[in-house]
């Protein structure tokens, strides 16, 4: 168990429908991050946060995702008209510690989406 | 571009038997280096780790791995693979300048009786 964790665990949807993924992070911690993992493939970097700020967000999210962090605590990532391509494991990942340049990113277990 | 390269998919190996999974990375400078496995229907556990030092890393269940600088390698190996070391294993690597991680395609292993 790396402290991270991830709600709900498995979201079937149908297409057109929107969705919203919650992580709640290692506590104390001011790093945040989002991954999409497809099957058969590594994980891709979607965005990350330092405290409530939005700090990267990656080509792959498209203007149909949004996330957020209020108060630099959870996070939710939200994905507006799904499509099936947006099937994926949607993982999130927090540092060990707080502002460092050496920092490791430990995952949760992933929400698995499946948008038929 | 910055990638990483795990040039094999799959992997089957005798339990008992040594192992050494390939991964190498596209910068110039040193990024910050990581092993992750996951297991079917599984998160992603961290095996290990380099950051500077020592080039020879060790990590969690007798896996370990050595940075090669002047291959862009950074090869995990294990001695004697179990039976539960079946599993799928990344790759990741850390650019300078960046916080995101970047991950090969991953290397499936399996491992026989």
């Known amino acids: 168990d790396t402290g991270v964790s991830q709600n709900p665990r498995h979201k079937i949807t149908k297409r057109g429908q929107n969705v919203t993924f919650r992580c709640d992070p290692i506590?104390?911690?001011?790093?945040l991050y989002w991954y999409r993992q497809t099957l058969g493939q590594g994980p891709e970097f979607l965005t990350y946060f330092q405290n409530e700020a939005q700090l990267e967000k990656s080509r792959l999210l498209s203007d149909r995702f949004s996330a957020e962090r209020p108060k630099g605590s959870f996070s939710t990532l939200e994905i507006q008209r799904t499509e099936q391509g947006d099937s994926a494991m949607y993982l999130c990942?927090?540092?060990?510690?707080?502002?460092?340049?050496?920092?490791?990113?430990?995952f949760g277990p992933g929400t698995r989406l499946t948008v038929l | 571009a910055q990638s990483v390269t795990q040039p094999d998919i799959h992997i089957t190996v005798s339990e008992g038997a040594s192992l050494e999974l390939r991964c190498n990375y596209s910068y110039g400078a040193t990024p910050y280096l990581f092993w992750y496995v996951q297991s079917p229907g599984q998160g992603l556990q961290l095996l290990l780790k380099?950051?500077?030092?020592?080039?020879l890393v060790q990590g969690i269940k007798g896996f370990e791995a050595e940075f090669k600088r002047s291959q862009s390698s950074f090869n995990l190996r294990k001695p004697s693979v179990h039976w539960s070391d079946a599993a799928e294993y990344f790759c990741?690597?850390?650019?300078?300048?960046?916080?995101?991680?970047?991950f090969g395609s991953g290397t499936r292993l399996q491992v026989q009786p």
């Open positions: 990741a690597v850390e650019y300078p300048g960046r916080r995101a991680l970047t």
């Open positions: 990942a927090s540092p060990s510690r707080g502002a460092s340049s050496t920092d490791t990113q430990y």
């Open positions: 380099y950051f500077s030092g020592d080039t």
């Open positions: 506590s104390e911690h001011n790093r």
